[in-house]
């Protein structure tokens, strides 16, 4: 199946500092990528819809000034937390997808701790 | 939007029962209906997924079945076993490169 991956798997930030996440599609160009967050015991919440070469679709009560999003390229999206706080703390989840007709693939997770 | 509702929040069975989680939706646009299955701090895992066009679908002890007409899908797990135990979500989207809607999810326990 395809793969995607996701850099890096946890880290650690002081408050007020930005974090960048990496979710590439290592096998397959992906038109569509999803980010996902995930609050410990919750489910998982979109928080935007990124395709390539045009600006994120973010969902309603996500700010897109802090949650910047990036697909510059059929294989790479980026997620950037700026100014981030203990309440950005949680497991943030990309999917990628090329074909309405096939699943989303998910990457294996970051899981953030702002402290 | 979409609206996607899962019960129940916790499930547990005896090793060799059956396990039914069962989830409604409300966007009647919603046409590919996927299952997830995830263990502590690990990535969502498709387990089976079904479109519209189908009523039914089953892949060995899994199976799942679609009512367009009232909105709702259901997962049955068969001969279930301790490793089956995780949390397991329903999703809903109108296919399969748009946003998933996500249940609240079950947390499965099967008792040896």
């Known amino acids: 199946g395809a793969v995607v991956s996701q850099h890096p798997s946890w880290v650690i930030c002081k408050s007020g500092t930005s974090v960048k996440i990496e979710c590439r599609s290592l096998?397959?160009?992906?038109?569509?990528m999803f980010w996902y967050r995930q609050f410990p015991k919750q489910s998982l919440m979109l928080m935007a819809t990124?395709?390539?070469?045009?600006?994120?679709?973010?969902e309603q009560g996500v700010e897109k000034d802090k949650f910047l999003i990036n697909h510059a390229s059929l294989t790479l999206s980026t997620l950037t937390v700026t100014s981030a706080h203990p309440e950005d703390s949680s497991f943030y989840i990309c999917?990628?997808?090329?074909?309405?007709?096939?699943?989303?693939?998910f990457g294996p997770g970051t899981r953030l701790t702002v402290t | 939007g979409e609206n996607v509702e899962q019960h129940p929040s916790t499930l547990s069975v005896q090793e060799g029962d059956s396990a039914v989680i069962k989830c409604t939706y409300s966007?009647?646009?919603?046409?590919?209906f996927p299952w997830y299955k995830q263990e502590l701090g690990k990535r969502p895992q498709l387990i089976i997924d079904?479109?519209?066009?189908?009523g039914e679908k089953k892949d060995q002890r899994i199976a799942v079945t679609l009512n367009k007409t009232a909105k709702h899908f259901s997962l049955h797990i068969t001969e279930t076993q301790p490793e089956d135990s995780a949390v397991y979500f329903c999703?809903?989207?109108?296919?399969?490169?748009?946003?998933?809607?996500f249940g609240k999810g079950t947390r499965l326990s099967v008792i040896a």
């Open positions: 999703a809903a989207s109108f296919s399969g490169n748009t946003p998933l809607v």
């Open positions: 999917s990628a997808s090329w074909d309405r007709v096939r699943e989303q693939y």
């Open positions: 990124s395709n390539e070469g045009s600006k994120a679709t973010y």
């Open positions: 966007d009647s646009a919603s046409n590919y």
């Open positions: 079904i479109r519209s066009n189908v």
């Open positions: 096998d397959f160009q992906a038109t569509t």
